[in-house]
T-cell receptor, first 112, second 116 residues
């Protein structure tokens, strides 16, 4: 059963703590992406990776970090340096970077 | 300047009617792609339809079609025979060429509500 999984669906953290959001895919897609969505707004790109062991910053990378050690996995760490981390985080994959992107179910992060 | 503009923040449509969601774009690339996604209240983004800049025919996928007018730089989504389950946010996105690493540029979205 191919797909993209993000866990957990809801995540609560205290301010000042780092938190890692999981994104796993078994679609054998090369490209993976992390987006942030704030209420009533569109998507903003945080980081993306077109191939294993390589990734690039998107428009709002400050306060975030990623790794791509395996093709199937692209975890996102929200660090304490991120000023407003409360948001909905979506992971996406694409067979190649110029193909359509497919999205996971998202993780809603709340930091208090 | 906005690269993707969705001018309708919200729309109400009667069930079974057709609905057109507007999207205009701005690019100087000759090769680009346009995408539409649906986001229900659950949050997941669902890919609906794609149109390439060199495609001569408008894309269609079931009840979805893309009214692509290249000279006007518009890529409107048409949903025929709307259903209650079509109520959602709809996002238009554009992929430019290799220089931009094929990143998607997203519009702000249109909230569509289908009335019974």
């Amino acid at each position: 059963d191919g797909g993209i999984t993000q866990s957990p669906k809801y995540l609560f953290r205290k301010e000042g703590q780092n938190v890692t959001l999981s994104c796993e895919q078994n679609l054998n897609h090369d490209a993976m992406y992390w987006y942030r969505q704030d209420p009533g707004q569109g998507l903003r790109l945080i980081y993306y990776s077109q191939i294993v062991n390589d990734f690039q910053k998107g428009d709002i990378a400050e306060g975030y970090s990623v790794s791509r050690e395996k093709k199937e996995s692209f975890p996102l760490t929200v660090t304490s340096a991120q000023k407003n981390p409360t948001a909905f985080y979506l992971c996406a994959t694409a067979k190649f970077s110029y193909y359509e992107q497919y999205f996971g179910p998202g993780t809603r992060l709340t930091v208090t | 300047a906005q690269k993707i503009t969705q001018t309708q923040p919200g729309m109400f449509v009667q069930e079974k009617e057709a609905v057109t969601l507007d999207c205009t774009y701005d690019t100087s690339d000759q090769s680009y792609g346009l995408f539409w996604y649906k986001q229900p209240s659950s949050g997941e983004m669902i890919f609906l339809i794609y149109q390439g800049s060199y495609d001569e025919q408008n894309a269609t996928e079931g009840r979805y079609s893309l009214n692509f007018q290249k000279a006007r730089k518009s890529a409107n989504l048409v949903i025929s025979a709307s259903q209650l389950g079509d109520s959602a946010m709809y996002f238009c996105a554009m992929r430019e060429g290799e220089d931009s690493n094929y990143q998607l540029i997203w519009g702000a979205g249109t909230k569509l509500i289908i009335k019974p």
